[in-house]
């Protein structure tokens, strides 16, 4: 799902973004949604949120909750059955 529709996106939700520096290059960062800065209910360029992280950009994709799970896993070092 792409980040266009703020109704889509809630605090929590596991996204990728693109930073403002980063636009020309297209580079995403994954992260976990804190806040929703842009007011609109919609925007065509991705809706901006600051993630839990501290990281501002747009959001280009929502990804789904059990990528979520696998990424933290993946992050905690614990391995995998």
Known sequence: MDGRNRADIKP???V???QK?????GKMTEGIV????TKSPTHPHGIK????S???GRVK???PAGLRLQSAIRM???PRR
């Open 12 to 14: 929590g939700a596991h």
């Open 16 to 18: 990728q973004i693109v």
């Open 21 to 25: 520096q980063d636009q020309h290059s």
């Open 34 to 37: 804190a806040d929703l800065l």
């Open 49 to 52: 949120v600051r993630l839990t």
């Open 54 to 56: 501290g990281i501002v």
């Open 61 to 63: 994709e929502i990804l």
């Open 76 to 78: 905690s070092g614990v």
